[in-house]
């Protein structure tokens, strides 16, 4: 028999129920709150979100999903949602959900999704999926990410990447813009893309380069010419603002003839000027987008290549008219050169005639007496001298291999050989002349060709300075040397005789009388340096950055007089220290200069005393002037290995 409960009993039992009823009220007033807060959480979430049941049906979308994509909870609410799924990736999101592993119910997706209107989007979509005991789906909550302007600014930064590495592959214009239409049309993504250009003169575009899907038309488009009213590009010159036309279907009448022209339809278009300084020099266009229509996006990108589009024309136009300057610059280049030696091979034979003139002279003269006419003798021998100095640095300078006086005179002399040798027989009595004639043409028109070889500079500079010394013995100069044995370096002999004697010369001309020069030699890193050091007068700035131009004086011009080699302040040609630079320039070795200018004479014009001691009788601050000219001959490979 059941014992009935008691009254206390049956009183402690409804506290308990009372506690559980409690307790639920408690949990539903909890999941109240929490789907409450749920809801508003998806609610502000600022990507869309949307939740399907186990049969794949729409039970959710928060306003952000409406805001993106157009549609609303109440239009797909019970449905699949096809509507906002490209038709060719209907399947993916399933087939993908399938073959997710059993120990996964997150899944992450990069796809594309529809709005209302029609726009594909780019998104990343992240599902989590809740499955049964069975890996069957139960529900499915799906996040979307739009991420179309994102990508869209990683491909233009990605072009404007590729278009700036390819601009020193491509010199040449057209392709150059070719290449960046290509871009447009890729990135952009629509049938044509042009760089068209304004002819001034002519008030008429014509397209310096096009881009088209079809190669044939791409041709008609650049032979194609059009008044500035047959294209829209007309008014974005007019006003100079950029322009985007979704819908050019009222406007066909008015534009038949350019589609005449170019052989398609342009049903939308997008156009940017490309502005030069103050002036608008044509217009960067893209038409008939494959996708959607052109917006203010497709606009700024435009805008941003349209910078590059016109300063690679304007590049373009300072290239053409630099290589034009260039040519031409060329041309005159080879005219004087071609005019020096002519000058200086015509030089050869008056001065050939003059010299031997001279000495015949001299021989009928011995029999008066010699102080009557010796010194103009000198006088012309010395400026004989001069100008054959003047011809030898102009033929070093200018140097060209192709003389034909050497082969010329020779053909006739040998042509001519008895004729000639009988005839000066007759005249003179002399026999052998013709030897003698041959030598000297040999000596005066032979090509000189350089003979490299292996030369110790320490040894070839103190044979060159015991050859100078008679010929400054007549200045009051100290001649300072210390030339360390080194390496040999591999040079022709003449040119480097030429340069050292060059550079011991002007030393001693440019420093005056109680003066000294100082001439080193010595090894240096992988090569020789050969360097004088004068405490003359020292060259100004100005002088310093024209020495090496050639036929340059450091003097005035009333101050400059032709003295005697070795006189201080002598007045050189002017051509010397270019014969070196370039002597350097063939020969591989450096020259360099560096100079300081007494502080007595600042400038060109203010003239040195000559003597050191002179000098000091004159008030003012001690001489100071300094030049140092370095010469260095690396060593050659063949003297290193």
């Excluded at 994509?69 to 239009?75: A, D, I, N």
């Excluded at 640095?393 to 005179?409: A, G, L, N, Q, T």
């Amino acid at each position: 028999m059941v014992r009935k409960p008691t009254y206390k009993e049956l009183e402690l039992r409804i506290k308990d129920l009372e506690r559980e009823v409690l307790k639920v009220e408690e949990a539903e007033q909890i999941n109240r709150t929490a789907s409450r807060n749920h809801k508003r959480f998806l609610k502000f979430l600022p990507y869309p979100v949307l939740v399907r049941d186990a049969k794949e049906l729409i039970t959710y979308l928060n306003p952000a999903f409406t805001k993106t994509f157009g549609w609303t909870l109440k239009e797909l609410k019970g449905k699949k949602g096809e509507q906002y799924v490209p038709h060719s990736l209907r399947d993916e999101l399933i087939d993908r959900i399938k073959i997710l592993p059993i120990q996964k119910n997150v899944l992450r997706l990069n796809t594309k999704r529809l709005t209302k209107d029609g726009k594909i989007l780019d998104v990343i979509i992240r599902i989590g999926v809740d499955k049964d005991q069975n890996n069957n789906p139960e529900g499915i909550i799906i996040v979307l990410r739009d991420v179309t302007m994102e990508n869209r600014i990683k491909r233009n930064r990605g072009a404007m990447n590729r278009i700036s590495q390819a601009l020193p592959r491509y010199p040449d214009l057209r392709k150059l813009l070719f290449y960046i239409n290509t871009e447009i049309k890729e990135l952009i993504g629509t049938e044509s893309a042009n760089t068209i250009l304004l002819d001034k003169d002519q008030k008429e575009f014509y397209f310096l380069s096009a881009v088209h899907d079809d190669p044939i038309t791409r041709e008609r488009i650049e032979k194609a010419r059009f008044s500035l009213d047959e294209l829209l590009s007309g008014q974005v010159v007019k006003t100079g603002n950029s322009m985007i036309v979704n819908d050019l279907s009222d406007d066909q009448n008015q534009y038949q003839s350019r589609d005449l022209k170019i052989g398609y339809k342009i049903k939308n278009v997008a156009l940017v000027p490309l502005r030069n300084k103050d002036r608008i020099i044509g217009i960067l266009a893209a038409d008939n987008k494959k996708i959607g229509d052109f917006d203010d996006t497709d606009l700024e990108t435009l805008n941003t290549l349209a910078a590059t589009v016109a300063l690679s024309i304007e590049n373009a136009g300072v290239s053409r008219e630099l290589r034009k300057a260039y040519e031409e610059l060329k041309s005159l280049n080879r005219a004087k050169d071609k005019m020096i030696s002519h000058l200086s091979h015509e030089l050869k034979t008056p001065v050939a005639i003059l010299l031997s003139s001279f000495k015949i002279l001299s021989k009928k003269l011995t029999d008066l007496p010699e102080e009557t006419w010796r010194p103009t003798f000198e006088r012309i021998q010395r400026n004989l001298d001069r100008i054959i100095g003047i011809e030898g640095e102009v033929y070093d300078i200018v140097e060209k291999k192709e003389v034909f006086h050497h082969k010329f005179f020779s053909l006739i002399l040998e042509q001519c050989q008895d004729e000639f040798e009988a005839l000066i027989a007759e005249e003179t009595g002399e026999k052998g002349v013709i030897t003698k004639v041959r030598r000297k043409i040999e000596d005066i028109f032979s090509p000189r060709d350089p003979v490299f070889q292996n030369i110790f500079l320490n040894q070839f500079v103190e044979k060159r300075i015991n050859a100078i010394k008679p010929d400054m013995v007549h200045r009051n100069i100290s001649l300072i040397t210390r030339l360390k044995a080194s390496s040999s370096i591999w040079i022709p002999a003449e040119p480097l005789r030429k340069t050292v004697d060059g550079l011991i010369r002007n030393a001693i001309e440019n420093t005056p009388d109680g003066g000294k020069i100082e001439v080193f030699t010595h090894q240096k890193d992988n090569g020789v340096e050969f360097m004088v050091k004068d405490h003359g007068i020292g060259l100004t700035r100005e002088a310093q950055k024209r020495i090496f131009e050639g036929f340059f004086s450091t003097q005035e011009t009333m101050n400059y007089s032709s003295k005697r080699p070795f006189d201080f302040n002598a007045g050189g040609k002017g051509a010397d220290l270019l014969r070196m630079k370039i002597f350097s320039e063939r020969y591989n070795f450096k020259i360099s200069m560096t100079s300081k200018r007494c502080r007595r004479i600042p400038k060109n014009k203010d003239a040195c005393p000559g003597s050191i001691q002179d000098c000091k009788k004159i008030a003012g601050p001690a001489c100071d002037g300094m030049t140092i000219v370095t010469c260095f001959f690396p060593f050659h490979e063949k003297i290193i290995k």
